[in-house]
């Protein structure tokens, strides 16, 4: 059996080498931390370009991200983190988190070849007693089924007896990637109890937030189970809002009263989920089940309902054009939003992707803007020949903005923003906000 307590004590004097797997919206700004907490990092990337733009400084993450362009500069400039593309740097590593993508197929099935060249290139570097850390997101079992089994055959060392593996999923979230990793409690689930206590003390370092240890399979639970959670929850928000729509109702007011009961918490109905979390992980955690040819209905119901959003807005979309006469063949909308969420570049499984396909299959023409993604960077103008615009994404730029000053005589609100303005004025333009009937 390996000891740690080597491991703890060059961790307790900052001498600990970290290795970093993956230098993305995860990756980087864990590395960056780790470097700015005095530990020498190693990050490595497939992405030669990537790693040279760290290398020159340079964050490659857009989007509105406090403090991290700043702190990417400090860690390279002081030479605190060293990135490359060569996996042979992780030989020095005392330390191994891996931080790459761990997507869903069409069938909704995990697919972990990213995740398994990542163990391949790590257990074929690593050194005996060198702790790794997966920090991707990952079904519960994944850590016994493929985690294990593809260190100990890479490295030829067996775990426990000559290196440790934990899970430690990251909470982070794109506008708030260091805030979130400096501030939220983590969960240290280590392959044996003493790996979980290593763990803290080894982010220890970087997070103020509660450190809790318990094993792999935990881990796992709790980071696919919160945002299963969210999803669902989400997902009742969005089923509300088409009831209230059916029912002559106001889902904004309703939710809003509704919230006044104790323990009562709706979440905001809207133009669909986004994102690299919400879609993915529900189906991470039904996997267990999903193996045993059982489908867990509520979770994938919520699935459903938030997949079906964008098609929703579709449809408002052209009722209300034909309900002005205009017809659908060559009609042009003009959609306000493409990333997945306000304020971020972040378009990974943006609901705006799913609504622009189902309007251009209706026969409609279709601009899309978005002032936080550069080739959908354009200025706008009442004088734009649109017949309706739809808002799908609460950008600040677009919470500002007068919707009557918008182009088209419709304008579909896919996020309850502009109701105020609505309501004060006789609109010079027909305003639908989803979940109004
Ligand atoms: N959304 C709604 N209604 C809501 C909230 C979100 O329609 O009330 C939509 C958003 O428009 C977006 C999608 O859901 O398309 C996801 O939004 P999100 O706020 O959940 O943002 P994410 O995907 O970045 O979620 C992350 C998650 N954090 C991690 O996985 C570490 C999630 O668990 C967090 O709750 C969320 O950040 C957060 O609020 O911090």
């Known amino acids: 059996m390996i000891s740690l307590r080597d491991l703890r004590e060059r961790l307790g004097e900052g001498t600990a080498v970290i290795g970093v797997v993956g230098l993305g919206y995860v990756g980087l700004p864990v590395a960056a931390t780790f470097a700015e907490a005095g530990f020498p990092v190693i990050g490595v990337d497939l ?13 490659p993450i857009g989007g509105d991200e406090p403090g991290l362009a700043e702190l990417v500069q400090e860690v390279t400039e002081a030479e605190a983190l060293r990135v490359t593309t060569d996996h042979g740097e992780l030989s020095e590593a005392d330390v191994v988190l891996i931080a790459v993508e761990t997507p869903i197929d069409e069938t909704k099935k995990p697919r972990f070849e990213a ?8 257990g074929e570097n690593m050194h005996r007693g060198t702790m790794v850390i997966v920090e991707s997101t990952i079904a519960p079992g994944t850590t016994e089924h493929v985690v294990r089994p593809v260190l100990e055959a890479s490295s030829g060392m067996e775990v426990n007896r000559d290196f440790a593996i934990g899970h430690c999923p990251e909470r982070v979230m794109p506008g708030k990637l260091l805030h979130n990793l400096r501030s939220l409690s983590r969960v240290c689930g280590g392959y044996t109890q003493e790996t979980a206590v290593t763990m803290a003390a080894l982010y220890r370092h970087v997070v103020r937030g509660e450190l809790d240890t318990a094993d792999c399979v935990t881990a796992e639970l709790v980071k696919t189970a919160e945002n299963a959670y969210r999803d669902v929850n989400i997902a009742f928000a969005n089923e509300l809002a088409l009831i209230c729509e059916a029912a002559g109702g106001d889902v904004w007011q309703v939710r809003e009263l509704v919230n006044k009961s104790p323990g009562r918490n709706v979440l905001l109905p809207g133009a669909g989920v986004g994102g690299h979390c919400l879609p993915k992980d529900p189906w991470l955690l039904a996997l267990p089940v999903l193996e045993l040819g059982r489908k867990p209905r509520l979770i994938v119901a919520a699935r459903q309902t938030n997949d079906e959003m964008p098609l929703h807005v579709a449809e408002v979309t052209r009722q209300a054009l034909q309900g002005a006469g205009i017809d659908l063949a060559g009609a042009r909308v003009l959609v306000l939003g493409c990333s997945y969420r306000e304020n971020t570049d972040d378009a990974r499984n943006a609901p705006s992707r799913r609504l622009v396909e189902e309007l251009r299959r209706s026969g409609l023409e279709v601009a899309i803007h978005d002032p936080f993604i550069e080739e959908h960077r354009w200025p706008l103008s009442e004088d734009d020949e649109f017949d309706a615009t739809v808002l799908m994404v609460a950008h600040r730029q677009y919470v500002e903005l007068d919707p009557s000053g918008l182009p088209g005589g419709i304008v ?14 006789p609109a010079s333009y027909r305003y639908i906000a989803l979940g109004v009937g």
């Open 47 to 59: 992405d030669a370009e990537r790693v040279e733009e760290i290398r020159a400084g340079r964050s």
């Open 115 to 122: 995740l398994e060249a990542a163990l391949r290139a790590v």
């Open 412 to 425: 579909v609100d896919a996020r309850g923003i502009w109701r105020q303005h609505a309501a004060r004025e």
